[in-house]
């Protein structure tokens, strides 16, 4: 069984940054493959924001987050990363990572485990 839990999130103001944590147990991490992160705002639906292949060579990220977000993996922690900059108010959202399992990785249904979310909210 494969469980990981998201943390970093928090309050903000637009323009600040975050680091976004998600440490993943049960298996070791390196097997996991790709992992994503998505996002979903109040009465909206999970859409990407990014992913990393295992061996962290290829990093894919939303149009709406490139150039802002960043997302690593150490997979000796067992942990990816998602380093958020220039953050703005259309950026809160309660934030999730997961794990691919098959299907195009930008899509929610490709992903088999996922964290319980921790919340980021941006203040203008």
């Known amino acids: 069984q494969v469980q990981l839990v998201e943390s970093g999130g928090g309050l903000v103001q637009a323009g600040g940054s975050l680091r976004l944590s998600c440490v993943g147990s049960g298996r070791t991490f390196s097997t996991y493959g790709m992992v994503g992160w998505f996002r979903q705002a109040p009465g909206k639906e999970r859409v990407f924001i990014a992913a990393?292949?295992?061996?962290?060579?290829?990093?894919y990220y939303a149009d709406s987050v490139k150039g802002r977000f960043t997302i690593s993996r150490d997979n000796a922690k067992n942990t990816v990363y998602l380093q958020m900059n220039s953050l703005k108010p259309e950026d809160t959202a309660v934030y999730y990572c997961?794990?691919?399992?098959?299907?195009?990785?930008?899509?929610?249904?490709?992903?088999?485990?996922w964290g319980q979310g921790t919340q980021v909210t941006v203040s203008s």
């Open positions: 997961g794990v691919h399992y098959s299907g195009p990785f930008y899509y929610e249904s490709s992903y088999t485990y």
């Open positions: 990393i292949s295992w061996s962290g060579g290829n990093a």
